[in-house]
């Protein structure tokens, strides 16, 4: 059975037991969640997950961190030093996005050695085989699609991004936008080339029941990717880009009747003031299901400084109802990340997800921030450093520029604020502490 | 007379005509905000000032950096280095906030480097020098301050910040609050020590009709301090806060009937959904006046990070009201900054000012990012780099991970998005680029 499955026959799950445990929040309203499909909790049957995680509702904001070799960078060695800086740093969850060298076995060593849920973009690895084989990823099939789900199915690969809206009815939509960055998912771009030059629907649409099938066998996580998000803040909340949501609505249904775990990935770039009018239309047109966002970055001209665009839009994103933060690296737009790339996106998309936690009054969220507060005003530098998100950093930092400087920080050094009032008031105005 | 004044008296000052073309807005729609008060345009009569800006109602969101010797730091040498970095990385504004070393002559140095408006909070020298002096800053003297004041209004300062709002009645307030970090702004902590020490009223709100004089006289742009800003989450939009805001409010009137530029000081730390009220109260308690954050950051665990929580809060405020974002280093609540920490700040507060731009549909904005995206979809990297808020490290990003990597970049390589439905639709999804 699937975790959703297990849930409506009220039946509660190791792995709802060992989530319900790490959000401090009663596991017969987490099981409730994930009855209702608010919460997923990604496990494929046959993973031995270490830690599973919950996203959706009332949990705390997840982040997710992509790794993968490129054809220009194809070592699995350099990706696992990747995944293991993205677990350092706190990543909930890792999408292995492979493009080059050898896929299977590359996934089969990341699975062994990613503790936290596993996904991938099955589409990725047919079309890169496919293209090397016949020299053309048209020349795939939908059996070869299948095929692939299943195999990584059975490596236990536990939530697959599938690209299952991109129809002909949406690809009529967006020729009808006049969109200025056009399609930007590449597994949306690869059904595009693969509908129009077959002249065929999406296997992942018309064969949506086969698909259901395969994710129900291995209670694979459906992440409704969105072929059609944004690539521009020009693009944004445009009819392609809702179109293409509605149908997800309908798939999400689907799922669930199913007994299918489903989420629906979202944007891509918006400007700052339409995130939460897309985090409302999103959950009400795909029945509140979890939403994971790739970022959105609100604004086009800061490649080098995207993991920063990503976490202004991922925590707007995240106050206003999304469950789930997909990072982005400072080398988003230039090129593939490196190690400190990955950690630096992976902290950076963990402030995003902490800083909605916080607005949302999550009680463990509330409370760091408080005794992180309560440590500064008593320049307790030891403490400061412990519960600071990269503890590396920041005492790097300090240490370099406050290396003597007593109890006081060289910004202020004894004129403090904190310090030349402390001295008069005391603890007076401290008393609620 | 002040900008003020010639703007009430439908007077066209050079400045205006200046700012209005950078802009790009009609001159006279500017004077009219001068004139209501809603723009200031920061310039000592007795400055050379190379490029002024105005801040305020419709114009583009400014950014300002901070610099200045501390203690630990006192050479002028280093501040020049971060004022030129400030400057080249397109800081609106500098504030020197030196506490450490020959003031005066620091302040001189600065100001003869500084085309821009510079900003000083002039407590700060007279608690350093009477605390040279004499031994401890309560020995200040109301005249020594208004005398500070006059010093560096005729070595030609733009704007000052006066922490007038600290009264008897906002710490009675503050006292009553139970706050967790109580107080964190350096002038404003001064002041209370002084009011409590010396039991007598803050002589920047007894004797406020004076600091108008001085205003007046050289056309000094008054940045009303929030000396109980809050210094954490858990303190923001409480009473002391706003008692404060309210006293600054009637200030920011009595300014405007006295010819005297203003602008008001804002948070500090906040959460994310607070902010956006924040940015309404405070220009209905303060006559529209523009609003000059500090942040807000978004959470309180992020030391070494805390230039990023600023961009996520200042993107939120800029948008939802705020004129002016004063940036915030990876350094803040570690140390004072050094060159690279004031580059990455100012580059970094920039993305959250033209993030807001973009939203507010500000036409120049708007434009380079779509141009950015159109060079993205050409896959012209030229174009992309000179487009970059920061092409420097673009540039370097891009030649050290996609070197030799064609058109496109080697976090797909020939499997970029755009590049496979480019060859499949040609210009037909662009038709409206």
């Known amino acids: 059975m699937t975790q959703l499955e297990s849930a409506i026959k009220g039946i509660t799950t190791p792995e709802m037991v060992s989530v319900a445990k790490a959000e401090e929040i009663d596991v017969d309203l987490l099981r409730e969640r994930v009855?209702?499909?608010t919460v997923v909790i990604p496990k494929n049957?046959?993973?031995d997950l270490k830690s599973p995680r919950g996203v959706g509702?009332?949990?705390?904001?997840?982040?997710n961190a992509n790794i993968g070799t490129s054809g220009d960078f194809p070592n699995v060695e350099d990706e696992l030093?990747?995944?293991r800086a993205a677990l350092d740093a706190g990543a909930d969850a890792v999408m292995d996005l492979s493009t080059g060298g050898d896929l299977p076995s590359i996934r089969r060593t990341i699975l062994d050695n990613c503790p936290v849920p596993l996904g991938t973009v099955p589409i990725y690895d047919a079309a890169v085989t496919i293209a090397r084989e016949r020299g053309a990823i048209t020349r795939i099939t939908a059996d070869d699609l299948f095929n692939t789900i299943e195999y990584q199915a059975k490596q236990g690969v536990d939530f697959m991004t599938l690209h299952c809206g991109i129809t002909r009815e949406s690809i009529e939509r967006l020729r009808n936008c006049g969109r200025v960055t056009g399609v930007v998912s590449?597994?949306?771009a690869f059904l595009v080339k693969w509908?129009?030059?077959n002249d065929a629907e999406n296997p992942l649409y018309e064969r949506y029941d086969e698909v259901l099938e395969l994710a129900r066998k291995y209670d694979i996580t459906l992440s409704l990717g969105d072929?059609?998000?944004p690539g521009c803040g020009a693009d944004a909340t445009d009819r392609a880009q809702i179109q293409e949501l509605i149908i997800l609505g309908e798939l999400v249904k689907r799922a669930r009747e199913a007994g299918v775990q489903a989420m629906v990935e979202g944007p891509g770039h918006m400007p700052i003031n339409q995130i939460a009018t897309n985090m409302q239309i999103q959950k009400r047109l795909c029945e509140n299901a979890p939403f994971y966002v790739l970022g959105p970055l609100v604004t086009d001209v800061a490649p080098g400084y995207d993991h920063i665009t990503c976490a202004i839009g991922g925590t707007v994103a995240a106050v206003s109802g999304a469950d789930f933060i997909c990072y982005v690296?400072?080398?988003?737009h230039l090129g593939l990340p490196d190690v400190e790339d990955v950690r630096e996106g992976v902290i950076t998309a963990r402030i995003a997800a902490h800083a909605a936690d916080v607005a949302l009054g999550k009680p463990a969220a509330v409370k760091w921030d408080r005794e992180m507060s309560k440590a500064r005003r008593a320049r307790d530098w030891k403490k400061q450093i412990d519960l600071a998100i990269d503890p590396v950093k920041a005492k790097k930092i300090k240490e370099l520029r406050s290396k003597e400087t007593g109890d006081v920080c060289s910004m202020c050094g004894e004129f403090c604020s904190m310090k030349v009032v402390d001295e008069y008031f005391g603890g007076a105005i401290n008393a609620e502490c």
């Open 45 to 47: 049957v046959l993973r």
């Open 227 to 229: 072929g059609f998000r």
């Open 186 to 188: 590449r597994g949306g």
């Open 81 to 83: 030093v990747k995944l």
């Open 195 to 197: 509908i129009l030059t």
């Open 329 to 332: 690296t400072p080398t988003e």
């Open 35 to 37: 009855a209702k499909g």
């Open 57 to 63: 509702e009332g949990l705390s904001v997840k982040v």
